[in-house]
């Protein structure tokens, strides 16, 4: 009997895999896929040195793992059927299939792409063409009065289920809270902790934005100095001057330039989210969907805390300390933000400050206390 996964292995999958096992009579084979999953998986590394962790817990004269070098599709029906293909050519006689089986989610108007059943109907009106049985994923719950886990169908009446959601084990984990011994396996949590620290222990990208000369390069330097006295992770600061004198020197101010520039402070950016690190940048980012594709990368690995600089247009080019909007008014730059080209206001960034009557200190400090909120750093 073979079982298809794409997460970690916790207690309900281990009850249900041996009982399934057990009730067919059947070795079991643990097939795992190692490609490319969805979005927000945990990376195929770290689960597979879960799954080491609880192949102990199995009978090992009946037990196998073995990992299966596939992409998941998540295309539902159809790659569940795909999917028994693949393990009848292994040579199992029964398949696991669960409810949404490869299942995308939701679709753009928040409704289940695929019905809870779809997959296994497919699966049942060709299994016999496929010459693998199907075996129906009993969802698993934990009976607090029974310390141990039974079929949702079988659960005595009045008795209390305690369950923990995908999303719920990933907030505990964002958190560092408790994980009970009932939902997992020690080994296992201790796995996942390695790679999810709690949120005070990851790394984040701090993205400053707004008109040149808004300020954000004084703020910007000003949390770096506050961060780095606080210590524990190493800060990067990736303001725009820099940035262009060492990582984009060739590239000009035209849109297509400006966004690629933007880019690239990104992706530096989320390399060093990953790594546990902080990134503080400080562009203009006149461009919304340049931010968002920003957010989006970076938020793989980390918090994302975008900070509008909302220094008002006139403000800036009163101060107009390099000269660039008497330069930009006189048509001697071209494409300038706020003069000749345009700035996106972002319409939900984690922070709003303005320069204007207030000093640099008090805007460092506004940005600290979002992030002590967020739970990024220790308060």
Known sequence: MAFQTRNPLHRAHQELTFRAAREAQANLLIHPVVGMTKPGDVDHF??????EAVLDKYPQATTTMSLLNLAMRMAGPREAVWHGLIRANHGCTH?????DHAGPGKNSQGKDFYGPYDAQELFKQYQGEIGIEMVDFKHMVYVQEKAQYFPISEVPEGATILDISGTELRRRLAEGLEIPDWFSFPEVVSELRRTRP???QQGFTVFFTGFSGSGKSTIANALMVKLMEMGGRPVTLLDGDIVR???SSELG???EHRDLNIRRIGYVASEITKNGGIAICAPIAPYATTRRAV??????FGAFVEVHVSTSIEECERRDRKGLYKLAREGKIKEFTGISDPYDVPENPEL???TENVDVDNCAHQVI???EQMGLIAG
Not at 46 to 51: H, S
Request: charged share 40%; glycine share 4%.
């Open 46 to 51: 770290t689960r597979v040195r879960c799954y």
């Open 95 to 99: 398949f696991i299939v669960g409810r």
């Open 198 to 200: 709690p949120r005070s």
């Open 245 to 247: 004198k060492n990582l």
């Open 253 to 255: 101010f035209s849109k």
């Open 295 to 300: 957010r989006e990368e970076i938020e793989q």
């Open 352 to 354: 709003r400050v303005d």
């Open 369 to 371: 206390l979002k992030l």
